[in-house]
């Protein structure tokens, strides 16, 4: 059903202020994540993480209680809050550490080989100008209310795209996909360009202002999954004594492994911890496939008995965070997919510059009256 021009003037109302409010923003987050897709190659070119060494495989593992001793005493005033194995790294143990357990920000990331249990590095935190790009894409410096503003802006850029759909049909009517006017003016041919770069990137930008927006909730989420079903399963399930205070890690890795043996552990939230109790262990176990091991599933360990005594499926918005997370980076398909990711973020960057050169360059006749003339002669020459 052809668009009236009427119809045609409100879509592009619409279609006009979501992406000037947005564009400045949106640009930011395609300049800052475009280096952050090829964060895990970049830190190792700058030192800041590092491989584990060559060793023979003889199947051994160094003891994870020990290691988690050793952390602790290299930084005696901090609690141990996590253990982190990454699906990519399977010979490599990461330990967090924070100021107290409950404290909502890492003070040290230590390294270690999981087959010798030697230490390895630090990561630096908090420095760097990977650490300035995340923040800036993540909050703006901001916190929390900068990451719900940036989610905001990613719902405003969804409208501009579904809004710039509806305006493509009518505008390219009558001419040839992919049609660039170089005969007309300059700013006749950035127009086209932009009505080009935007529909051809349409369904990846959707994809990756979805998911980004589903990413600024993640703080959110994870405190009514902690205030919910975490509370549930702690007190249908009280533990049997205090926890000491230290060791038992190796005793809880054991018995998650045996209540989800198709499964590995991501990580492990220690007692204290906002994502365990203070006498529990909380162990999320991911799936064996490139897409179940982003479904994590928690295990609750008794931290005094070492016995599991409870798993669940995360809830359905839980699981779907996990899956946006890496989604939004192009983190599921190796450098291949990463590259995809960086040459569209490039094009996306070309279509948010051509809308701002197009907004700049109206004459005193409006570029949206023009606009709505010519997709309401479905493409015919203005």
């Given at each position: 059903?052809?668009?009236?021009?009427?119809?045609?003037?409100?879509?592009?109302?619409v279609?006009?202020?979501?992406?000037?409010?947005?564009?400045?923003?949106?640009?930011?987050l395609?300049?800052?994540?475009?280096?952050?897709?090829?964060s895990?190659?970049?830190?190792?070119?700058?030192?800041?993480?590092?491989?584990?060494?060559?060793?023979?495989?003889?199947?051994?593992?160094?003891?994870?209680?020990?290691?988690?001793a050793d952390?602790?005493?290299?930084?005696?005033?901090?609690?141990?809050?996590?253990?982190?194995s990454?699906?990519?790294?399977?010979?490599?143990?990461?330990?967090?550490?924070?100021?107290?357990?409950?404290?909502?920000?890492?003070?040290?990331?230590?390294?270690?080989?999981?087959?010798?249990?030697?230490?390895?590095?630090?990561?630096?935190?908090?420095q760097?100008?990977?650490?300035?790009?995340?923040?800036?894409?993540?909050?703006?410096?901001?916190?929390?209310?900068?990451?719900?503003f940036?989610?905001?802006?990613?719902?405003?850029?969804?409208?501009?795209?579904?809004?710039?759909?509806?305006?493509?049909?009518?505008?390219?009517?009558?001419?040839?996909?992919?049609?660039l006017?170089?005969?007309?003016?300059?700013?006749?041919w950035?127009?086209?360009l932009?009505?080009?770069?935007?529909?051809?990137?349409?369904?990846?930008?959707?994809?990756?202002?979805?998911?980004?927006?589903?990413?600024?909730?993640?703080i959110?989420?994870?405190?009514?999954?902690?205030v919910?079903?975490?509370?549930?399963?702690?007190?249908e399930?009280?533990?049997?004594?205090p926890?000491?205070?230290?060791?038992?890690?190796?005793?809880?890795?054991?018995?998650a492994?045996?209540?989800?043996?198709?499964?590995?552990?991501?990580?492990?939230?220690?007692?204290?911890?906002?994502?365990?109790?203070?006498?529990?262990?909380?162990?999320?176990?991911?799936?064996?496939?490139?897409?179940?091991?982003?479904?994590?599933?928690?295990?609750?360990?008794?931290?005094?008995?070492?016995?599991?005594?409870d798993?669940?499926?995360?809830?359905?918005?839980?699981?779907?965070?996990?899956?946006?997370?890496?989604?939004h980076?192009?983190?599921?398909?190796?450098?291949?997919?990463?590259?995809?990711?960086?040459?569209?973020?490039?094009?996306?960057?070309?279509?948010?510059?051509?809308?701002?050169?197009?907004?700049?360059?109206?004459?005193n006749?409006?570029?949206?009256?023009q606009?709505?003339?010519?997709?309401?002669?479905?493409?015919?020459?203005?």
């Amino acid at each position: 059903m052809a668009l009236t021009a009427t119809a045609v003037k409100r879509w592009y109302i619409v279609h006009k202020w979501t992406s000037l409010i947005s564009t400045v923003f949106l640009l930011l987050l395609c300049l800052t994540g475009l280096p952050l897709i090829f964060s895990h190659e970049i830190d190792h070119a700058l030192g800041y993480s590092v491989d584990p060494p060559e060793l023979p495989e003889t199947g051994e593992r160094a003891r994870l209680d020990d290691i988690v001793a050793d952390a602790a005493a290299r930084r005696p005033g901090d609690a141990v809050q996590f253990v982190v194995s990454d699906a990519d790294e399977p010979d490599l143990w990461t330990v967090i550490l924070g100021e107290t357990a409950a404290a909502p920000e890492a003070s040290a990331f230590l390294s270690y080989d999981a087959r010798s249990g030697a230490y390895l590095h630090e990561y630096p935190l908090r420095q760097g100008i990977m650490y300035i790009l995340l923040r800036l894409h993540l909050d703006l410096f901001a916190g929390l209310p900068g990451t719900l503003f940036l989610g905001v802006m990613g719902l405003l850029l969804a409208a501009s795209l579904v809004s710039g759909a509806v305006l493509y049909g009518p505008f390219m009517r009558k001419l040839k996909f992919g049609a660039l006017r170089r005969r007309r003016s300059g700013r006749v041919w950035w127009l086209d360009l932009h009505n080009l770069l935007g529909i051809v990137t349409l369904a990846w930008l959707l994809v990756v202002g979805i998911t980004g927006t589903i990413n600024t909730l993640a703080i959110p989420i994870a405190g009514y999954w902690q205030v919910t079903e975490l509370a549930a399963m702690v007190s249908e399930n009280p533990a049997t004594a205090p926890y000491p205070g230290t060791g038992g890690v190796d005793r809880a890795l054991t018995a998650a492994r045996d209540a989800e043996p198709e499964r590995e552990l991501s990580f492990m939230a220690f007692p204290g911890t906002a994502f365990a109790s203070p006498d529990h262990f909380v162990a999320f176990m991911r799936g064996p496939t490139p897409w179940t091991e982003r479904l994590l599933k928690p295990v609750l360990i008794d931290g005094a008995s070492g016995a599991a005594v409870d798993s669940r499926e995360l809830p359905w918005y839980v699981a779907t965070l996990l899956i946006s997370q890496p989604l939004h980076f192009g983190d599921y398909g190796g450098m291949p997919l990463k590259v995809l990711w960086a040459i569209l973020d490039l094009i996306t960057i070309v279509v948010l510059v051509s809308g701002l050169y197009l907004w700049v360059k109206r004459r005193n006749v409006t570029f949206e009256a023009q606009y709505v003339a010519e997709a309401g002669r479905h493409g015919e020459a203005a």
